[in-house]
């Protein structure tokens, strides 16, 4: 079973950047999508990021875009996730998934996903 271990997260006043990684064990990712999701308290999980095994194809959420960037190291087994010009509203807990498909990775949140890296946003 893949383990999925998020890093990375912390306190940054907005207009901050952050890095957040995502390594997984277990098994290797390299043929599965890769995505990041985030959920703030009281809200429902939302769909931040996601990045093809090749790399080629990386949908975002509108909330992020031109703000995040995702990107992966198959070497590594690791997920990243660049987030620049940092707003109070992205504020969540911030976890990484894996699935097979993109749909599927959408719908359910990754067939496996980690326990979650917390990102506090202050204004």
């Known amino acids: 079973q893949v383990q999925l271990v998020e890093s990375g997260g912390g306190l940054v006043q907005a207009g901050g950047s952050l890095r957040l990684s995502c390594t997984a064990s277990?098994?290797?990712?390299?043929?599965?999508?890769l995505g990041w999701f985030r959920q703030a308290p009281g809200l429902e999980r939302e769909f931040v990021a996601a990045?093809?095994?090749?790399?080629?194809?990386?949908p975002y959420a509108d909330s992020v875009k031109d703000r995040f960037t995702i990107s992966r190291d198959n070497s590594a087994n690791t997920v990243y996730l660049q987030m620049n010009s940092l707003k109070p509203e992205d504020t969540a807990v911030y976890y990484c998934a894996v699935d097979s498909g993109l749909r599927d990775l959408r719908a359910r949140g990754g067939m496996y996903r980690g326990q979650g890296t917390q990102v506090t946003v202050s204004s």
């Open positions: 277990g098994g290797t990712v390299d043929n599965y999508w």
């Open positions: 990045i093809s095994w090749t790399g080629y194809t990386r």
